[in-house]
């Protein structure tokens, strides 16, 4: 049986029901209910076996190893673990879907995501010449 995150500040445990909107910061493991949305700029989220979300998650990263009725959206990696259940989209820039965890949804997974948001400065060789071919 997996336990939730030891090493996480905010733990909301499985006698916990919550209705609205969850912000936290850092690390949060929930094995409780929520009904409303989940949302952190830079955390990560641990759902624990006996918790269900029905709404959206927005966080840095996700690993779920219980029910999640709703889309979820992360900017780095998201993990459905054996047991899991997601009924919905998923976007992420890794994904890891282990043997036994169900995913009905569609899923888009954009390894280069990150890339992509930083600008390039692309430069010239100073020392290059052009050769026309003849």
């Known amino acids: 049986m997996p336990e939730l995150n030891p090493t996480a500040k905010n ?28 949302t952190s700029t830079d955390g990560a989220l641990t759902v624990g076996e006996n918790s269900e979300i029905r709404g959206e998650i927005k966080t840095k990263s996700v690993i779920v190893f219980g ?36 995913f ?11 890339a992509q948001m930083k600008p390039e400065v692309v430069r010239q060789p100073e020392n290059t010449k052009v050769v026309a071919a003849r």
């Open 11 to 38: 733990i909301l445990s499985s006698d916990v029901e919550i209705k609205g909107t969850v912000k936290f910061r850092d690390n949060l493991s929930i094995d409780g209910k929520i009904e409303g949305e989940v």
């Open 67 to 102: 029910k999640v009725n709703g889309n979820i959206t992360v900017e780095e990696r998201c993990e459905l673990k054996g047991r899991a259940q997601l009924f919905g989209d998923l976007k992420a820039a890794r994904l890891v879907i282990e043997e036994g965890a169900t």
């Open 104 to 114: 009905v949804g569609k899923s888009e997974v954009s390894p280069n995501k990150v």
